[in-house]
């Protein structure tokens, strides 16, 4: 069996067992009518089992329970882990879809999702230079500038609006600490074999903190945020905060104001943007100002 399909099955018995507590009896009638079981057996033998059992545990590292009721056993995740580390859940969830996919192949037509813009080509070679610390050589072109080649050390990797981005040093651009490469303008990433120190005082998480997106250079320094949001969009934010600083300080009947600790830089501005007609900024002054002039251009626009 390849590791891929090693890596599907646990998964499946992952959420099988989420979903618990449940007999291997009932494990074994969904496992017969999975398309993940290529060679259509009916039970999972004993020894494949609990080594799937063992393997979920060290891989996920959850624990898994089994509670004797009415001379049955009963298979579930302990409580306290059922919910997954949101890296472990990130890739969970892209596993999810596929064996979902596989599943349901004649749902396939009825499934649909945001197309993604390329360059996932690439993940591999960036993942291997940050797992080596090896120097990568990139070929890119920007929106603004010609392509061109440069080496790049790989710190991190950040996913934002369907589009995936490197993070690290580029010899591009020496005068930088760190720098952000959308994936989608790489045109070429090969691996060197130079390595590179990880510099110990880098935070990934650190160094978004201040903003939301992945623009961090040139952005100014943090503001107190207040946007007041009609009541229409106030669950949207509520179940899916713009960034972690986010705080409701005020809940009336017909709108709620949201708190921000961020640099608003050019991708938080797009987002409010897009909701102007359930957002108004408040403060701080220069922002709401700003606002009020795009208000004002837009109008001329559609009054000429």
Known sequence: ????????????????????????????????????NENGVSTIVDS???????????????????????????????????????????YLSGLAIGNTLKECENLRGRILFENIPGGTQFL?????????????????????REAREFFFHPY??????????????????????????????????KLTKEHFSMPAD????????????????????????????????????????????QEEIETTDEYSVFEYFLAPNKEFKLELLSRSEEVEVLTPQFLRDEFAKIAAAQNDRYNV
């Open 202 to 245: 880098f935070d990934a998480e650190e160094y978004f903190s201040k903003c939301y997106g992945v623009t961090v250079g040139n952005i100014g320094p943090v503001e107190r945020i207040h946007i007041r949001v009609a009541k229409t969009g106030v669950p949207y934010l509520r179940t899916l905060p713009l960034h972690k600083s």
């Open 156 to 189: 991190a990797i950040k996913v934002f609006k369907q589009r995936w981005y490197a993070v690290g040093y580029s010899s591009a651009h020496p005068e930088d600490e760190v720098r952000v490469y959308a994936f989608d303008r790489i045109l070429s990433l």
């Open 124 to 144: 591999p070679t960036m993942v291997d230079g940050m797992q080596n610390n090896l120097v990568l050589s990139m070929c890119y072109g920007s929106f603004v």
């Open 48 to 90: 494949r089992f609990h080594r799937h059992l063992r393997a979920i545990e060290k891989i996920f590292g959850v624990t898994v329970e089994c509670n004797k009721k009415s001379n049955v056993y009963e298979y579930y995740i302990k409580e306290s882990e059922s919910e997954i580390g949101q890296q472990h859940q990130w």
């Open 1 to 36: 069996m390849s590791s891929s399909q090693q890596i599907k099955e646990y998964f499946w018995m992952l959420q099988v067992l989420q979903s618990g507590p449940i007999t291997k009896r009932e494990i074994d009638s969904r496992w017969s009518r999975s398309a993940l």
